[in-house]
């Protein structure tokens, strides 16, 4: 991903509201979530009241925990501070208060992703694309450490590519560094291709790291 002022993939806009937004079924992890059928499912380890009187093994199995249900919406400029809270904690060279501010003043697709865990409003993730001239580049697309690995990164990238389509471009780019396999995993499990590298693009520690840039065809993937 690359933040706003950079030469080289730069991206801008903004959409809609309120879309609510479930990840597909994921065996994986436990699901968080707060409200909905929230408080008859028990949380991990030994359940309270007539459950508890049964047979460990009989309860061995984990307790599948309800999709995650979050709501999405365009982000902006009181969204920041949570948002940078997120950021610092998800990179080791996180955006600026600035590339947010400047991204949103110039009108990148930008959105935020709340969850209700426990009755409290959170936080969970955010996405930052520019659309192009037939393309949409992904700058950044973050989940929350806590909220990783439960399906959220993936229905985040579906909410990308359907802005994509709905725009009628032909194609999503985004730039992900070379040691990033979490990310790398889900664009390839998403159907991106490797379209090219940029030596030394990213800060890293000690010196620089290249970038690899990936593609997804939107319109074919779409037109279905
Ligand atoms: C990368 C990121 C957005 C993925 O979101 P997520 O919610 O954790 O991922 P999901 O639960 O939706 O998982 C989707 C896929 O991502 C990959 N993935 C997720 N967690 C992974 C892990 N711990 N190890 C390897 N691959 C992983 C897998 O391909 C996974 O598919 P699977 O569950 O079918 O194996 C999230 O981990 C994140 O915000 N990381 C920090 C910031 C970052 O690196 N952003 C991308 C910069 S290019």
Do not use: C
């Amino acid at each position: 991903m690359s933040p706003p002022g950079r030469p080289k993939g730069e991206y801008r806009s903004a959409e809609h509201e309120g879309s609510s937004i479930t990840p597909p079924g994921r065996p994986k992890g436990e699901y968080r979530s707060a409200e909905h059928e929230g408080p008859s499912i028990t949380p991990p380890g030994r359940p309270k009241g007539l459950l508890g009187a049964i047979r460990p093994a009989a309860l061995a199995q984990p307790v599948p925990r309800p999709p995650l249900r979050g709501t999405r919406r365009v982000m902006n400029t009181r969204d920041i501070d949570a948002v940078l809270a997120i950021e610092v904690q998800a990179y080791s060279f996180p955006w600026s208060r600035g590339n947010f501010i400047d991204s949103l003043a110039a009108g990148y697709s930008a959105e935020v992703l709340h969850l209700l865990d426990h009755g409290q409003v959170v936080l969970a993730g955010y996405f930052v694309a520019m659309p192009g001239v037939d393309e949409l580049h992904l700058l950044n697309i973050t989940v929350a450490p806590d909220w990783q690995g439960q399906g959220l990164g993936l229905a985040l990238l579906q909410a990308v590519q359907s802005l994509g389509q709905q725009r009628g471009l032909a194609q999503l780019l985004l730039e992900v560094r070379a040691s990033n396999q979490r990310a790398l995993s889900l664009y390839r499990q998403f159907g991106f291709a490797a379209i090219g590298q940029r030596p030394g693009y990213y800060p890293a520690a000690g010196g620089r790291e290249d970038a690899i840039v990936m593609r997804l065809g939107l319109q074919a993937h779409g037109a279905a």
